[in-house]
């Protein structure tokens, strides 16, 4: 299985963009798959993700109203917009892949619930 992000960069506060995560070599139509962040110092956190099956998602308290989070589901791509960025947004952002589909919102948003991980991207929130 393979998980590759794209999209990151850096952009003044106030700003957007787009993350987007394509997933190959992974044949199940069910599955959880989303975001996490990582900034220095600090531990892995969810940021927003999504049932493929469903309309089920959730997002971080810190992220809701500014995120959106959507997927493509004939080329098991999921996308993160990203609107009215803050410096403290600024991480390596990761995508995320649960085989065994999304899980209940107390576990869904936790890195330890995700078996395939992508490589990151950095966005960086800076004047």
């Known amino acids: 299985v393979q998980v590759v992000e794209s999209g990151g960069g850096l952009v003044p506060p106030g700003g957007s963009l787009r993350l987007s995560c394509t997933v190959s070599g992974f044949t199940s139509d069910s599955y959880g798959i989303g975001w996490f962040r990582q900034a220095p110092g600090n531990l892995r956190e969810g940021v927003s993700v999504?049932?493929?099956?469903?309309?089920?998602?959730y997002y971080a308290n810190s992220v809701k109203g500014r995120f959106s989070i959507s997927r493509y589901n004939a080329n098991k791509t999921v996308y993160l917009q990203m609107n009215d960025l803050k410096p403290e947004d600024t991480a390596v952002y990761y995508c995320?892949?649960?085989?065994?589909?999304?899980?209940?919102?107390?576990?869904?948003?936790?890195?330890?619930?995700?078996?395939?991980w992508g490589q990151g991207t950095q966005v960086t929130v800076s004047s």
């Open positions: 999504i049932a493929s099956s469903d309309d089920r998602a």
């Open positions: 995320a892949l649960d085989p065994a589909g999304l899980r209940s919102s107390d576990w869904a948003l936790q890195p330890i619930s995700y078996e395939h």
